[in-house]
């Protein structure tokens, strides 16, 4: 019986958060103005300090916004430019370097 409520309870979570929901990369291009100038406007970063966005999986990215917001993951540069974002901002975004080529990893083979 547990596990049956863990689950409806999980259930519930995922499908009441617009962030998992996915976002507008149209949209989240406007909103990723302020990301520019550490990872580029490509996602691809302006140097290896920064990490690179380009390709990175939509969900991972709001995630990690989410957690810069709350706390749960610390940061202060990043705490401080997700502030004023809404999840659906996030979202957007995150949906805006998730459509953006990476750079591929030629180690691997």
């Given at each position: 019986?547990k596990?049956?409520?863990?689950l409806?309870?999980?259930?519930?979570?995922?499908a009441?958060?617009?962030?998992?929901?996915?976002?507008d990369?149209k949209?989240?291009?406007?909103?990723?103005?302020?990301?520019?100038?550490?990872?580029?406007?490509d996602?691809?970063?302006i140097?290896?300090?920064?990490?690179?966005?380009?390709?990175?999986?939509?969900?991972?990215?709001?995630?990690?916004?989410?957690?810069?917001?709350s706390?749960?993951?610390a940061?202060a540069?990043?705490?401080?430019?997700?502030?004023?974002l809404?999840?659906?901002?996030?979202?957007?975004?995150?949906?805006?370097y998730?459509?953006?080529?990476?750079?591929?990893?030629?180690?691997?083979?």
């Open positions: 019986m596990t049956v409520a863990y409806f309870l999980t259930a519930a979570l995922i009441s958060s617009g962030a998992l929901a996915g976002g990369p949209a989240g291009e406007s909103k990723a103005q302020a990301c520019f100038a550490c990872h580029g406007q996602g691809n970063g140097s290896p300090t920064y990490p690179r966005l380009a390709g990175q999986y939509e969900s991972y990215m709001t995630k990690a916004l989410i957690d810069y917001k706390g749960a993951r940061n540069i990043m705490a401080g430019m997700v502030a004023n809404s999840e659906q901002d996030m979202a957007d975004i995150s949906a805006y998730a459509s953006k080529d990476g750079l591929e990893d030629l180690s691997i083979k």
